[in-house]
């Protein structure tokens, strides 16, 4: 009701945005790929009625697809960017994209003194919820093994579509988000948190390791037109295997 009786506030953001694309992959079937490719980019964005608000953010994505044998082939990727300006983009890494039943965790703390103008995830980093790590600033190491079961063994057409594009797949995920110049940073909020219960305001300083894990497996398939992807992942934190996680989610892997 509070917010019902506030006037409407309107913000005007103009922009632009550069990409360098190199693509020598060649592909092998649904999600199987040889070769590499790779995506640089950086975006510019300015408020049009107040100068000092601005945002830019900087970012790559390389993947390698390397053949074993035959279609079973070894996925590599490495993707990191970061933020700048008055205004931040504030990436919230764990999870997977086009994730089905999506949770987020609320443990984690947020540095609002950022300025954040836009959210957005950086994944897949399997074996947490979303917001495992956040920050103006994110890198995240993929790899899998993609094994097309039923195209490998047989030397003939495959007539059913589900059969056909049938998957199991092994990965591991290393990431982090952070603020500051590093994720070892004392500006990364990941390291400070506030209690506050009046009349005291008290701020704790934690030892966590930034970076994060996760390893397991996964089953692939095309199913009614959706390419479906089931994963079972453990993740590490702070050294420590946590319980697994189960995803279900409706998109291509990188």
């Keep these: 009701e509070y917010n019902l009786k506030e006037p409407d506030a309107n913000i005007y953001w103009g922009g632009f945005k550069g990409e360098l694309v190199y693509d020598a992959t060649r592909t092998a079937g649904l999600n199987i790929y040889f070769g590499p490719r790779f ?17 830019a953010v900087l ?15 070894w996925a590599n990727r490495f993707a990191a960017s970061a933020s700048f300006g008055n205004n931040k983009l504030i990436y919230y890494m764990g999870g ?6 999506a949770s987020f965790n609320d443990d984690i703390p947020i540095d609002y003194s950022q300025n954040y103008a836009y959210q957005t995830l950086a ?7 979303q917001n495992i790590r956040n920050g103006s600033n994110f890198f995240v ?9 039923f195209r490998y063994f047989f030397n ?3 007539r059913s579509d589900f059969l056909n594009n049938f998957q199991i797949v092994g990965f591991g995920d290393v990431g982090t988000a952070w603020n500051g110049l590093n994720p ?30 996760g390893f397991g497996f996964g089953l692939r398939s095309r199913l009614l037109g959706y390419f ?7 993740g590490v934190e702070d050294y420590q295997v946590q319980p697994s996680k189960f995803y279900i989610s409706l998109s291509l892997d990188f």
Excluded: C
């Design 39 to 55: 995506l640089i980019f950086a975006e510019y964005y300015q408020q049009f009625n107040r100068s000092n608000e601005n945002l």
């Design 59 to 73: 970012g790559m994505d390389f993947r390698h697809y390397l053949p074993i044998h035959r279609t079973f082939i």
């Design 96 to 101: 997977v994209d086009n994730w089905i039943t």
């Design 123 to 129: 994944t897949p980093v399997r074996g947490f919820d």
């Design 141 to 149: 190491i993929n790899s899998e093994l993609r094994f097309p079961v």
């Design 156 to 158: 003939r057409p495959i």
């Design 184 to 213: 070892y940073s004392s500006d990364n909020s990941l390291f400070t948190t506030t209690v506050s219960q009046q009349p005291l305001l008290i701020t704790v300083e934690m030892q966590k390791e930034p970076i994060v894990g």
């Design 228 to 234: 479906v992807r089931a994963d079972l992942a453990w």
